[in-house]
């Protein structure tokens, strides 16, 4: 028995239609492996997201005490440097008194 043309171009349809219909279903797995891939992505980049905004959290909590105390020592630094200068003054001006009184 030997094919005709006409047997030849079923076989090839034929072949044709089970090849579309593979690659569509393909296409559809591939699709769904996408979607997975994508939502696991945002998952991953939301839940890295999160432990960043609470290490920067934690960080924050644990430097603010230590920021404050550094403001309060410069703010303490201001307040002396101003007595000591005005002790400095008051000293001048006792010494300046004391020498004319010894004269």
């Given at each position: 028995?030997?094919?005709?043309?006409?047997?030849?171009?079923?076989?090839?349809?034929?072949?044709?239609?089970?090849?579309?219909?593979?690659?569509?279903?393909?296409?559809?797995?591939?699709?769904?492996?996408?979607?997975?891939?994508?939502?696991?992505?945002?998952?991953?980049?939301?839940?890295?997201?999160?432990?960043?905004?609470?290490?920067?959290?934690?960080?924050?909590?644990?430097?603010?005490?230590?920021?404050?105390?550094?403001?309060?020592?410069?703010?303490?630094?201001?307040?002396?440097?101003?007595?000591?200068?005005?002790?400095?003054?008051?000293?001048?001006?006792?010494?300046?008194?004391?020498?004319?009184l010894e004269i």
């Amino acid at each position: 028995m030997s094919l005709t043309k006409k047997d030849l171009q079923a076989i090839a349809e034929l072949v044709d239609n089970s090849i579309s219909k593979n690659n569509l279903k393909l296409d559809k797995k591939f699709r769904a492996l996408e979607i997975k891939n994508q939502i696991g992505i945002e998952n991953i980049v939301d839940e890295i997201s999160q432990q960043m905004q609470d290490w920067r959290s934690d960080f924050y909590d644990k430097i603010d005490p230590v920021l404050k105390e550094v403001q309060s020592s410069f703010e303490e630094r201001a307040i002396n440097a101003h007595r000591i200068s005005e002790h400095e003054d008051k000293l001048e001006n006792h010494e300046k008194r004391i020498s004319n009184l010894e004269i």
